[in-house]
């Protein structure tokens, strides 16, 4: 794999998984939240995996059919693709 792109892919997992810290606690104290969409967004840019590690570990957002069950989908296909990128 380059480096870059795993640089890259350990960066915006470690991103989503901070995000999904951040969110929950700003959810404990009643303060303004991370939207959705950005979660989202840092999922399909490769960090599924970090918001579903963080979903799990802060038990944030699991009641929310979306995350509960496209997060594991998108992590799965996004690790897919990083796969059959590196048997290209």
């Known amino acids: 794999m380059i480096p870059s792109l795993f640089i890259y892919l350990v960066l915006i997992n470690i991103l989503g998984y901070l995000f999904m810290r951040i969110d929950k606690k700003r959810a404990i104290k009643h303060q303004y939240r991370i939207s ?7 999922a399909i840019l490769f960090g599924a995996l970090g918001l579903y590690i963080g979903m799990k570990t802060f038990r944030h957002k699991t009641k929310h059919a979306t995350f509960k069950y496209g997060l594991p989908v998108l992590t799965l296909l996004e690790l897919g693709i990083v796969l059959y990128g590196i048997n290209v």
Do not use: P
Not at 36 to 42: A, K, P, V
């Open 36 to 42: 959705e969409r950005t979660l989202w967004t840092i």
